[in-house]
Every structure is written in structure tokens, then in C-alpha cells.
């Protein structure tokens, strides 16, 4: 059955430091979503893309993040400069229209 | 702006009894989903209930939906510790938002011997 992959699984890097969180979307999709959870916390959108550019993104997703569909296949997450309150996991969703699909999370610990 | 709420947060059962999450949306919205969530893990999708009146049943869960009244119910019949998870109801406005879920604060149950 296909699903989405994201790697890495767990991601420990230093304040202000930045890193790129990795997606592979399900093949025949169209819709891309990065969300996020602070442990304990709810589900949180951050951005959603389509048809090679930013559809919507939340308050959240200031200056510091951006995304980009590199080439057919990946979806990335990147954050310029981290900051302690980045620290949560990071879910990758993707989409027909019928029904979004979540992939494992990245784990981001900053320190 | 669309807000979702669940209410109980926190749900104690003993196994074999019934009980139901209750989800409440704040304006129209295009589909409801529920999901469920283990510990450290991804969000596993139970149920999209697209229409008034949908009813979906998967075992021991139960969703139905009431969108006149903006309200999902995610019933549980005769709890087993399998059941122990976090659950979180979602809606999307498809038109509005190309999809974009927002999620209610999840409902953690823990199913007792």
C-alpha cells in the first residue's frame, strides 16, 4: 500500500543551526502539507503546497521556514536558523482531494 | 476562523463499557476525519465522513456525523486496552483551503481492566 516517508526520523541539532526535513509523498498526489506537534499538544498546520507553490501557510510559518518540491519524488521542510520552541515533531501529509495521508514524523530536538 | 473542540480531553474506561468523544466545529466545513495516535507515533486515519448523517463503523469505534448541528461523535462500544490511544477529530474546508486540516486537542483514553 503506498505511504509517505519522511526522513530523518530524529533530528538533535543545535540553536541556530538550520536543517531540512524530508518528505516523499505518495506518488500520484498533488497536495503536500507539513504539520507539527509539540509533545502533548495538538496537530498543527504549517503550510500546505500545490502545483509547485505555497497554497496557504499558517502564522507559524514565518521568515525562518521555507519548502520546496526539489524534483518529482521529495517534499522538504526547511528551517533557517532553529530556535529552542522548534523543538517538536514534524509531519509530512499528502493528498488526492479524497483523503490526506500522514507520514512517520521527524522528531526535532533543538538544543 | 475555524476552530474544532473535543471534549473530554481525558478519558478513563474500564474495559467492556461504552462511551463517546464528542467533536464540535465552529463553522461549515467540507469533511470530518478522526484519527488515532500511539505514543510517539504517526496519525493512523479511522474514518472521513463527508455528509450529514454519515455513519462509519470499524469495530469497536462507531463515527457518525451531524453537520447541521456541527458535530461528530466517535462512539466506543465495549472498550479493550487496544483501545488506549490518543484520538483527534480534524475538518477541512476544501474550497476555502485546498485541503488544509485543522485538529481538535485530542482526546486521551485509557481503557483499565
Known amino acids: 500500500e503506498p505511504e509517505v516517508t519522511q526522513t530523518p526520523s530524529h533530528q538533535v541539532t543545535q540553536m541556530g543551526q538550520e536543517v531540512i526535513l524530508r518528505c516523499v509523498p505518495i506518488?500520484?498526489?498533488?497536495?503536500f502539507y507539513w504539520y507539527r506537534q509539540i509533545l502533548g499538544q495538538k496537530v498543527e498546520f504549517l503550510v500546505s503546497?500545490?502545483?509547485?507553490?505555497?497554497?496557504?501557510k499558517s502564522e507559524i510559518f514565518d521568515d525562518q521556514f521555507s519548502v520546496e518540491r526539489p524534483d518529482g519524488s521529495n517534499f522538504t521542510l526547511k528551517i533557517r536558523s532553529t530556535k529552542l520552541e522548534d523543538s517538536a515533531m514534524y509531519f509530512c501529509?499528502?493528498?488526492?482531494?479524497?483523503?490526506?495521508?500522514f507520514g512517520p514524523g521527524t522528531r526535532l530536538t533543538v538544543l | 476562523e475555524l476552530k474544532v473542540e473535543q471534549n473530554p480531553l481525558f478519558l478513563s474506561m474500564q474495559e467492556g463499557k461504552n462511551y463517546t468523544i464528542y467533536c464540535n466545529y465552529s463553522?461549515?466545513?467540507?469533511?470530518l476525519y478522526w484519527y488515532r495516535q500511539d505514543p510517539g507515533k504517526s496519525l493512523e486515519s479511522l474514518f472521513v465522513?463527508?455528509?450529514?448523517?454519515a455513519v462509519k463503523q470499524e469495530g469497536r469505534l462507531m463515527a457518525s456525523l451531524d453537520t447541521k448541528a456541527r458535530l461528530s461523535t466517535l462512539h466506543i462500544t465495549a472498550a479493550v486496552h487496544d483501545l488506549s490511544a490518543t484520538y483527534f477529530c480534524?475538518?477541512?474546508?476544501?474550497?476555502?483551503?485546498?485541503?488544509?486540516?485543522?485538529f481538535g486537542q485530542g482526546t486521551i483514553l485509557t481503557v483499565h481492566p
Open positions: 506518488s500520484n498526489h498533488l497536495y
Open positions: 463553522t461549515t466545513s467540507d469533511r
Open positions: 465522513l463527508l455528509s450529514n448523517g
Open positions: 480534524a475538518v477541512d474546508r476544501l474550497r476555502a483551503s485546498y485541503g488544509k486540516l485543522t
Open positions: 503546497f500545490y502545483n509547485n507553490e505555497i497554497s496557504e
Open positions: 501529509a499528502s493528498s488526492d482531494l479524497q483523503e490526506q495521508f
